[in-house]
């Protein structure tokens, strides 16, 4: 069946801000295609670089990659974080290159690097110099990786002529690198922190129609609002590049909807997929997003949108979904919820609420009475419970040891007293009481069948995920599984294509061929 890409069709590009790089609309992201998550700084664990890059992943990746270069989309996105994920795209760039079937010029590359100490980072950066600056002889875009934490944010933004931020500034000097930004899943009012130094060039964030992950819930001090969507005019307004992290997932996993999103969003002319990117684009002027990718056909999926984009005439239909989207909500929840119930509520950085996220457990239990959204919200909850806390440490103790792009915990049903935390809540009781709700139905206890959830209204309307991809990703990362499918090589553990997919779709085919 003839396709979107197939049509000659070009994925549209726009000024990315003060960079005044020429963006394509959808990044080619590069977190879900690598052979392994396992970082390679581990060396007797890590895999063999040279098998890796002879191996039937990386004919993936190239062929990946030559699919996104058919349709524009010319930037490619990973990072030092994401296992194999850089040296696998560099050397594929290289190669690509080398053949004569792409110029340099051709593509924009991004890789972040972790907030570390200054001794730590130029190591990192050395180790990725080392994968990339031979390949293709310059980076884009770097960008510091994951700066939600105050730590984080104070290291990234010192003045210090030894501090980090003074490194990278030499690093552009020297033409290493082209542009400087950062990624971040933090709280909304370190995000806004970060903007407003305008220090940066580019800002990747989460700024979606269903919620802005840890940033939801959460105040910023710029216009005394919850969530990010001040920090995206703020960052538009100086001119900074913005990208939009993770629509498809982090965005509420709308390639597997659920039924109440798929009924209200309808058919003609979005599919949820399609609403979620015009509506960042469109409505919060958003530059880019990004499609993790795993395979070659994965790249159509949001052509549809970027086509839709591209053409016009979708613009009152958007606003008409956008309202009855909105309309749903006021219907479940009540208008004064939906306008201030996550409204002036403390983050888990402050002490008042012993680290429980407590705008991101309301957030995730509205989705679920307002559009059905159980799986999402289970998952997203689910990261709350596996935050480690130690009661013998003290609160900053405790603060300084959660990972900075998983910050805050779940309820805690005895010994926390919230009355402090709730204190500047229009409605404190309300508040508790739906917080009590989300730990019972998304906690780890929480066990829905099938039917269950149907009769509740919480059930998928379809699934489009078609197969588990490299590195042994499935919403949340498990070292155990990881190690696994790395140390077999893809024959155990849960990453990419299984020996069973394969045998299945090989019995699938010599079906077809027997017809």
Same mark, same amino acid.
């Given at each position: 069946?003839?396709?979107?890409?197939?049509?000659?069709?070009?994925?549209?590009?726009?000024?990315?801000?003060?960079?005044?790089?020429?963006?394509?609309?959808?990044?080619?992201?590069?977190?879900?295609?690598?052979?392994?998550?396992?970082?390679?700084?581990?060396?007797?664990?890590?895999?063999?670089?040279?098998?890796?890059?002879?191996?039937?992943?990386?004919?993936?990746?190239?062929?990946?990659?030559?699919?996104?270069?058919?349709?524009?989309?010319?930037?490619?996105?990973?990072?030092?974080?994401?296992?194999?994920?850089?040296?696998?795209?560099?050397?594929?760039?290289?190669?690509?290159?080398?053949?004569?079937?792409?110029?340099?010029?051709?593509?924009?590359?991004?890789?972040?690097?972790?907030?570390?100490?200054?001794?730590?980072?130029?190591?990192?950066?050395?180790?990725?110099?080392?994968?990339?600056?031979?390949?293709?002889?310059?980076?884009?875009?770097?960008?510091?990786?994951?700066?939600?934490?105050?730590?984080?944010?104070?290291?990234?933004?010192?003045?210090?002529?030894?501090?980090?931020?003074?490194?990278?500034?030499?690093?552009?000097?020297?033409?290493?690198?082209?542009?400087?930004?950062?990624?971040?899943?933090?709280?909304?009012?370190?995000?806004?922190?970060?903007?407003?130094?305008?220090?940066?060039?580019?800002?990747?964030?989460?700024?979606?129609?269903?919620?802005?992950?840890?940033?939801? $819930?959460? #105040? !910023?001090?710029?216009?005394?609002? =919850?969530?990010?969507?001040?920090? &995206? %005019?703020?960052?538009?307004? @100086?001119?900074?590049?913005?990208?939009?992290?993770?629509?498809?997932?982090?965005?509420?996993?709308?390639?597997?909807?659920?039924?109440?999103?798929?009924?209200?969003?309808?058919?003609?002319?979005?599919?949820?997929?399609?609403?979620?990117?015009?509506?960042?684009?469109?409505?919060?002027?958003?530059?880019?997003?990004?499609?993790?990718?795993?395979?070659?056909?994965?790249?159509?999926?949001?052509?549809?949108?970027?086509?839709?984009?591209?053409?016009?005439?979708?613009?009152?239909?958007?606003?008409?979904?956008?309202?009855?989207?909105?309309?749903?909500?006021?219907?479940?929840?009540?208008?004064?919820?939906?306008?201030? $119930?996550? #409204? !002036?509520?403390?983050?888990?950085? =402050?002490?008042?609420?012993?680290? &429980? %996220?407590?705008?991101?457990? @309301?957030?995730?239990?509205?989705?679920?009475?307002?559009?059905?959204?159980?799986?999402?919200?289970?998952?997203?909850?689910?990261?709350?419970?596996?935050?480690?806390?130690?009661?013998?440490?003290?609160?900053?103790?405790?603060?300084?040891?959660?990972?900075?792009?998983?910050?805050?915990?779940?309820?805690?049903?005895?010994?926390?007293?919230?009355?402090?935390?709730?204190?500047?809540?229009?409605?404190?009781?309300?508040?508790?009481?739906?917080?009590?709700?989300?730990?019972?139905?998304?906690?780890?206890?929480?066990?829905?069948?099938?039917?269950?959830?149907?009769?509740?209204?919480?059930?998928?309307?379809?699934?489009?995920?078609?197969?588990?991809?490299?590195?042994?990703?499935?919403?949340?990362?498990?070292?155990?599984?990881?190690?696994?499918?790395?140390?077999?090589?893809?024959?155990?553990?849960?990453?990419?294509?299984?020996?069973?997919?394969?045998?299945?779709?090989?019995?699938?085919?010599?079906?077809?061929?027997?017809?």
């Amino acid at each position: 069946t003839a396709t979107i890409a197939d049509s000659g069709f070009q994925c549209p590009k726009v000024r990315f801000g003060k960079t005044e790089l020429q963006m394509p609309i959808v990044t080619c992201g590069g977190m879900r295609i690598q052979t392994t998550f396992l970082p390679d700084t581990i060396k007797l664990l890590a895999p063999n670089p040279s098998r890796v890059l002879k191996s039937a992943c990386q004919e993936n990746l190239k062929a990946t990659i030559r699919r996104c270069f058919k349709v524009g989309i010319n930037h490619i996105e990973t990072a030092r974080g994401y296992g194999t994920s850089e040296y696998q795209l560099a050397q594929a760039l290289s190669e690509l290159i080398t053949d004569g079937e792409i110029k340099r010029s051709d593509f924009i590359l991004q890789t972040k690097l972790p907030v570390r100490p200054r001794e730590e980072f130029i190591k990192s950066w050395e180790r990725s110099w080392e994968q990339i600056g031979d390949a293709v002889g310059y980076i884009d875009l770097l960008g510091f990786h994951v700066v939600s934490t105050k730590e984080g944010i104070d290291s990234v933004l010192s003045d210090d002529e030894d501090g980090i931020m003074a490194f990278v500034e030499e690093l552009k000097a020297q033409g290493k690198i082209r542009h400087i930004g950062f990624s971040t899943h933090g709280t909304a009012s370190n995000i806004m922190k970060l903007i407003n130094s305008n220090k940066f060039e580019y800002v990747n964030l989460h700024c979606h129609y269903f919620g802005d992950y840890h940033a939801e $819930g959460t #105040m !910023n001090e710029y216009n005394n609002q =919850q969530g990010n969507k001040a920090a &995206v %005019a703020r960052a538009l307004e @100086l001119d900074m590049g913005v990208f939009l992290i993770s629509p498809l997932d982090k965005g509420g996993m709308v390639y597997r909807p659920s039924a109440t999103v798929a009924r209200v969003i309808g058919h003609e002319p979005f599919s949820p997929m399609s609403f979620v990117c015009l509506h960042a684009w469109k409505t919060r002027k958003m530059h880019t997003l990004s499609l993790g990718v795993s395979k070659p056909s994965d790249v159509d999926e949001l052509l549809e949108a970027a086509y839709l984009y591209n053409k016009g005439g979708y613009e009152k239909e958007l606003t008409a979904c956008e309202g009855r989207l909105k309309a749903t909500m006021v219907e479940k929840l009540g208008e004064e919820w939906v306008n201030h $119930g996550r #409204m !002036n509520l403390p983050d888990c950085e =402050q002490p008042c609420t012993n680290g &429980v %996220a407590m705008g991101h457990m @309301l957030w995730v239990r509205d989705l679920v009475e307002a559009f059905g959204m159980y799986e999402f919200a289970k998952a997203r909850y689910e990261n709350l419970e596996n935050q480690k806390w130690d009661d013998k440490k003290t609160f900053d103790e405790n603060r300084k040891a959660m990972a900075p792009g998983n910050q805050g915990r779940g309820y805690i049903p005895t010994g926390v007293d919230y009355t402090d935390a709730l204190k500047d809540h229009f409605d404190a009781d309300a508040a508790l009481k739906k917080m009590k709700q989300s730990h019972e139905w998304l906690g780890k206890k929480a066990q829905y069948k099938d039917e269950d959830l149907k009769e509740r209204g919480w059930d998928h309307a379809y699934n489009l995920t078609a197969w588990d991809d490299y590195p042994s990703w499935g919403g949340v990362l498990n070292m155990q599984t990881i190690m696994v499918q790395s140390l077999t090589w893809g024959i155990l553990g849960s990453g990419g294509p299984t020996r069973e997919f394969r045998t299945y779709c090989k019995n699938v085919r010599l079906m077809i061929e027997s017809t």
